[in-house]
Nanobody, 124 residues
């Protein structure tokens, strides 16, 4: 049974940092592309970052480029999203997802399995 569990969300002040984790079970995470998405109230789900399984290449949405870093620890079957210089507009529920391909982009339709999400709130 494929399962993804996110953790690490919380309340942080503007300019602060958080590291989200996405722990996978039921499959070997490094075989597939993994993406991070977010959804703010009243908005559509948007892609934040993704990492391929073929060569570990990464891709970021323009809104987070230079502030967020995606990485994977194959030994722990876990993908991380390091978020620095957080802004109030980063507030959202963050989801990780896996695509049944080695490479995927930031479109939600490319992904098949989703975690339950973790809330990130950036506020003073």
């Amino acid at each position: 049974q494929v399962q993804l569990v996110e953790s690490g969300g919380g309340l942080v002040q503007p300019g602060g940092s958080l590291r989200l984790s996405c722990a996978a079970s039921g499959f070997t995470l490094d075989y597939y592309a993994i993406g991070w998405f977010r959804q703010a109230p009243g908005k559509e789900r948007e892609g934040v970052s993704c990492i391929s399984s073929s060569d570990g290449s990464t891709y970021y949405a323009d809104s987070v480029k230079g502030r967020f870093t995606i990485s994977r620890d194959n030994a722990k079957n876990t993908v991380y999203l390091q978020m620095n210089s957080l802004k109030p507009e980063d507030t959202a529920v963050y989801y990780c997802a896996t695509a049944r391909t080695v490479v995927a982009g930031l479109a939600p339709f490319e992904y098949d399995y989703w975690g339950q999400g973790t809330q990130v709130t950036v506020s003073s």
